[in-house]
């Protein structure tokens, strides 16, 4: 079952940044937070991962509070291209466990 | 680049036919795969996970006999989709992993559209 709590929809401006929540406030001390996101009729992306600390890539951040009970992705310029459904996913990294996805959250970049 | 490849992208059939999907891993050697269903508008459900050389382990509410996973090497693993009916049709989709036992993010692949008419 699914261990996080996402809003259902956002819009964000084009050119703008993107912040996207996830609540996970069950996470367990081996479980890490991977962000993906699905373009229509695609599969999945990877985007990011993270523990702990804070993260960033080519393509996102990600920041994870302390507690590590929530995490935010942030796109820092959204483009049209980012329009998606966002997956935040949390998972035990020496268990093998599968990913299992919650009902994401849909982004709507608008020009 | 993709690093897992799957086949047919898309697949139309009659009801009743049976219909094999491919799941390729082609930059890496995969001990386990993965094979999600996802109906328009919802999100990714776990179907079975592959694992080589030895049985799938199916989630609940999945029936075995129903979808048959071969995983007969280390990059491919196939989903056999017996006698489908309409309620059959879905985006399949495939996943794998460098190392399950790691912290390295599943790669997906692309997804097979099946329609049954």
């Known amino acids: 079952d699914a261990k996080t709590t996402q809003p259902p929809s956002m819009d964000c401006a084009e050119g703008r940044a993107a912040n996207l929540p996830c609540n996970h406030s069950t996470i367990s001390g081996n479980e890490y937070v991977y962000w993906y996101r699905q373009i229509h009729s695609q599969g999945p992306q990877y985007i990011i991962h993270g523990l702990k600390n804070n993260e960033t890539n080519e393509m996102a951040s990600l920041i994870i509070t302390e507690d590590r009970k929530s995490s935010t992705l942030i796109l820092p310029h959204a483009t049209l291209r980012d329009t998606a459904v966002y997956y935040c996913?949390?998972?035990?990294?020496?268990?093998?466990?599968?990913?299992?996805f919650g009902t994401g959250t849909s982004l709507t970049v608008i020009p | 680049g993709a690093v897992v490849s799957q086949h047919p992208s898309r697949v139309i059939c009659k009801s009743g036919t049976s219909v094999k999907i491919e799941c390729r891993s082609l930059d890496f050697q995969a001990t386990t795969m993965f094979w999600y269903r996802q109906f328009p508008k919802q999100s990714l459900m776990l179907m079975a996970t592959s694992n080589e050389g030895s049985k799938a382990t199916y989630e609940q509410g999945v029936e075995k006999d129903k979808f048959l996973i071969n995983h007969a090497s280390l990059t491919l693993s196939t989903l056999t989709v017996t006698s489908a009916h309409p309620e059959d049709s879905s985006f399949y989709i495939c996943?794998?992993?460098?190392?399950?036992?790691?912290?390295?993010?599943?790669?997906f692949g692309d997804g097979t559209r099946l329609s049954i008419l």
């Open positions: 996913i949390v998972r035990a990294w020496n268990t093998g466990n599968q990913f299992y």
């Open positions: 996943s794998a992993a460098r190392e399950v036992t790691s912290n390295q993010p599943q790669h």
